[in-house]
């Protein structure tokens, strides 16, 4: 289990949403989840990477945004959502090998980091970023 922290700057997403979900590796690797990142890349067929931004609400639901970085408001498609990132710390998680599924790999890494207290999650916006070759990241919001 390694992570790095960074700051990462204010980002505009646009996409479609998965309302009331479970950030993890279940809900991320889910057929839905897979679904949607299809239907985004088909969408954005020169996007390099998909994105899914986890965005919890007051009342503790939290729903994704599957989705591609946008420069304004103006650059959403018609049918899709826009959600804005807040410039943010954040663990930086990569898979190590230990599991086959590159998605459960971060998020299992994740749930140890917090388990150990290595890292205090924050629960704000969280970016999974998943490249079209197949390469993951995932950006946990943190206290510092």
Not at 8 to 19: M, Q
Request: aromatic fraction near 8%; proline fraction near 6%; glycine fraction near 6%.
């Amino acid at each position: 289990m390694s992570f790095r922290v960074t700051a990462r700057s204010a980002e505009l997403f646009s996409g479609l949403v998965a309302p009331r979900v479970q950030p993890g590796a279940e809900s991320s690797g889910s057929e839905w989840m897979r679904f949607l990142r299809d239907r985004v890349r088909e969408k954005n067929i020169d996007a390099v990477q998909v994105s899914t931004v986890y965005v919890p609400d007051p009342h503790g639901t939290v729903n994704a945004v599957v989705a591609v970085p946008v420069d304004s408001p103006g650059d959403v498609a018609v049918g899709d959502v826009f959600v804005s990132i807040p410039t943010g710390v954040f663990a930086v998680f990569t898979p190590s090998g230990a599991l086959a599924d590159p998605i459960e790999d971060v998020w299992a890494q994740v749930d140890e980091c917090v388990l150990s207290g290595s890292v205090f999650r924050a629960y704000k916006e969280e970016v999974e970023v998943v490249t079209n070759s197949g390469e993951v990241e995932l950006f946990i919001s943190i206290v510092l």
